[in-house]
């Protein structure tokens, strides 16, 4: 058997499951890190004040978030939301009970967490859209 001159080429197997935990383990971490940096607000009248100071962002909505609040919600706020996690998981990433809503600025942070979310939802096969 002469195998001089063949090269064995191994392909590389990508799990999308370690792929989808990685991409989570990001966002929760940006998400953690946009919190102690200033660079994210949580809750309701927060996203109230960035809009009427007419803040640039996009907002992370929590999946199990009623529809009367996010009728409210779209009513103070227009622009980019992702629907993602829910209230629980939101408020333990920020060491709180429950999140419903996140206001996150649009910045170089702000961009790179929502390039994130993109990838994460896709791989996820969920909707980035809220409505």
Do not use: P
Not at 8 to 20: A, L
Request: charged share 30%; hydrophobic share 35%; with cysteine.
């Amino acid at each position: 058997m002469k195998h001089k001159g063949k090269i064995i080429e191994k392909k590389m197997k990508i799990d999308k499951n370690q792929t989808k935990e990685k991409l989570q383990k990001s966002v929760i971490n940006m998400i953690q890190l946009g919190w102690r940096s200033g660079q994210i607000k949580i809750g309701y009248t927060e996203l109230e004040k960035a809009s009427k100071k007419g803040e640039k962002g996009f907002i992370i909505i929590a999946t199990d978030i009623a529809q009367r609040t996010k009728r409210h919600i779209f009513r103070v706020f227009n622009g980019d939301c992702f629907e993602i996690f829910t209230k629980e998981e939101l408020g333990q990433f920020l060491g709180k009970k429950t999140i419903g809503v996140i206001f996150v600025k649009e910045n170089k942070f702000g961009l790179k967490l929502k390039n994130l979310i993109k990838q994460y939802l896709q791989l996820e096969g969920g909707n980035s859209s809220c409505q």
